[in-house]
């Protein structure tokens, strides 16, 4: 089992910043990947990063590429998704997903690719 907590969600104008975290615990060191997903109302979860556990390798959505930056602590096993230059469009709940099977990232962007998933953190970006 692996446990995940994602924090530092909120409302932010566009062009501002925000610093979502995502603890986790539990069996860790199986974890071969992490995901950040975002689901806004009434649409399907959507891709947006994912990191390697091991080397930090990562493979962005090109929705958020340059503006948003997924890096990881592995002494605190925390992911951060650090956002800025944020749009209105931006505005959706967050998970971060833990996979536990190793495969390219490029093959890590479906939501079934994942095996635990935490509660979600409201992003909200006013325009």
């Known amino acids: 089992q692996v446990q995940l907590v994602e924090s530092g969600g909120g409302l932010v104008q566009a062009g501002g910043s925000l610093r979502l975290s995502c603890a986790a615990s539990?069996?860790?060191?199986?974890?071969?990947?992490m995901g950040w997903f975002r689901q806004a109302p009434g649409k399907d979860h959507e891709f947006v990063v994912a990191?390697?556990?091991?080397?930090?390798?990562?493979y962005y959505a090109d929705s958020v590429k340059g503006r948003f930056t997924i890096s990881r602590d592995n002494a605190k096993n925390t992911v951060y998704l650090q956002m800025n230059s944020l749009k209105p469009e931006d505005t959706a709940v967050y998970y971060c997903?833990?996979?536990?099977?190793?495969?390219?990232?490029?093959?890590?962007?479906?939501?079934?690719?994942?095996?635990?998933w935490g509660q979600g953190t409201q992003v909200t970006v006013s325009s």
């Open positions: 539990g069996r860790t060191f199986s974890t071969y990947i």
């Open positions: 997903a833990a996979a536990l099977t190793a495969r390219a990232l490029a093959l890590s962007t479906y939501p079934g690719r994942y095996d635990y």
């Open positions: 990191i390697r556990w091991s080397d930090g390798s990562t």
